[in-house]
């Protein structure tokens, strides 16, 4: 396997960790998952591309695209809540399902791999968070948007987002 996920474990971690791992394969236009969901597992992209959206009374809004490389899902996997967007297949895919279960044996038998995968988890997460972060702040600063900023209630939910 080519594809590197991780950068906090070694390629021989890797390589066990996807042992673990259920291989799938999906066509484009398939749904991985959609918003509401419940689930406990993530996907690593091998292969291919997939398109994260949400959607809004009569319209789909496009959040992102994910490539090989890329993580699916952490953010369920971690807290067992519910999807937060749909995910579709943008172009023919491979991805490795790891479920919490297989999670928790990887903790059971190897603790420090465990360790530096939650490790890779928090810093996708963080990374992710301060992408966020940067386009609100964009947004801030045009001056329409800027205006509507002002509200109270706009400015507490942007405060919120960006942990103030």
């Given at each position: 396997m080519e594809t590197r996920f991780f950068r906090t474990l070694t390629e021989n971690e890797e390589k066990a960790l996807v042992l673990r791992c259920t291989r799938i394969e999906?066509?484009?236009?398939?749904?991985?998952?959609?918003?509401?969901?419940?689930?406990?597992?993530?996907?690593?992209?091998?292969?291919?591309?997939?398109?994260?959206?949400?959607?809004?009374?009569?319209?789909?809004?496009?959040?992102s695209s994910i490539r090989a490389g890329g993580i699916i899902g952490e953010m369920a996997f971690l807290d067992e809540s519910p999807r937060s967007a749909n995910v579709t297949v943008r172009e023919d895919a491979v991805l490795w399902k790891l479920s919490k279960e297989d999670f928790l044996r990887v903790?059971?038998?190897?603790?420090?791999?465990?360790?530096?995968?939650?490790?890779?988890?928090g810093t996708l997460l963080v990374e992710r968070l301060r992408k966020a972060d940067a386009a609100l702040t964009s947004l801030s600063t045009s001056p329409v948007v800027k205006q509507v900023a002002d509200e109270p209630d706009l400015r507490r939910a942007a405060d919120a987002v960006r942990g103030l």
């Open positions: 999906m066509k484009k236009g398939e749904v991985l998952f959609k918003k509401g969901e419940k689930s406990n597992s993530m996907y690593l992209v091998e292969r291919g591309e997939f398109q994260v959206t949400d959607e809004r009374p009569g319209q789909k809004i496009f959040l903790l059971l038998e190897d603790a420090g791999l465990g360790a530096r995968l939650l490790l890779a988890l």
